[in-house]
């Protein structure tokens, strides 16, 4: 659409018809029809390629003398865009907090990753100036998966629970509370 047809609408009395819905106008932050279809139209402007309700709404909007059939077509193409915009931004909001909580999720994760990493590095099991593993990576692996496969007794756990706090406390923890009751 060129500019004399935006010259022309803006002739139009928009402020005159009635595009439908109820008298929201003293509430927050609510745009009336008229003026979210006055907006609108300059959205429509400036696409490209618009869609066929944006090409019906602006036959409508542009159509000098609307028939009441018209103007409630109008008006309910509007409620129609208007609550596919709600839609969007819905849409938009829960990927958002969806995004979030999973960046959230992601940092404690790493964050247990790196306690356990200081753990091991407080055990000898890591060099603390590199952080590479004082054992070669099979031996390791080897003996963290004996030692989680093991069936430990309550005494042999408290033996290890005692003996890894006084490591913790001579050490200084910076574990940020290493130790859990189990």
Not at 79 to 89: D, I, L, P, Q
Not at 148 to 157: C, I, L, N, R, S
């Amino acid at each position: 659409m060129d500019s004399s047809a935006l010259a022309f609408f803006c002739l139009l009395p928009h402020n005159s018809v009635n595009f439908g819905g109820r008298n929201m106008a003293g509430k927050p932050g609510y745009i009336d029809n008229s003026a979210w279809a006055l907006a609108h139209v300059d959205k429509v402007l400036a696409k490209t390629n618009p869609s066929k309700d944006d090409k019906l709404f602006m036959l409508l909007m542009h159509k000098p003398d609307r028939a009441p059939v018209d103007n409630r077509s109008l008006a309910a193409l509007i409620r129609v865009k208007r609550a596919k915009e709600t839609v969007r931004a819905g849409r938009g909001a829960i990927r958002q907090a969806a995004s979030a909580t999973a960046k959230a999720d992601r940092r404690e994760r790493d964050h247990q990753r790196f306690l356990a990493a200081g753990l091991m590095t407080k055990a000898g099991l890591l060099d603390s100036q590199t952080g590479i593993p004082t054992w070669d990576r099979a031996t390791l692996l080897g003996a963290l998966d004996a030692m989680a496969k093991v069936d430990v007794t309550e005494d042999q756990q408290r033996r290890w629970k005692a003996r890894g706090e006084a490591l913790l406390a001579k050490a200084g923890d910076d574990t940020e509370n290493g130790s859990r009751a189990v």
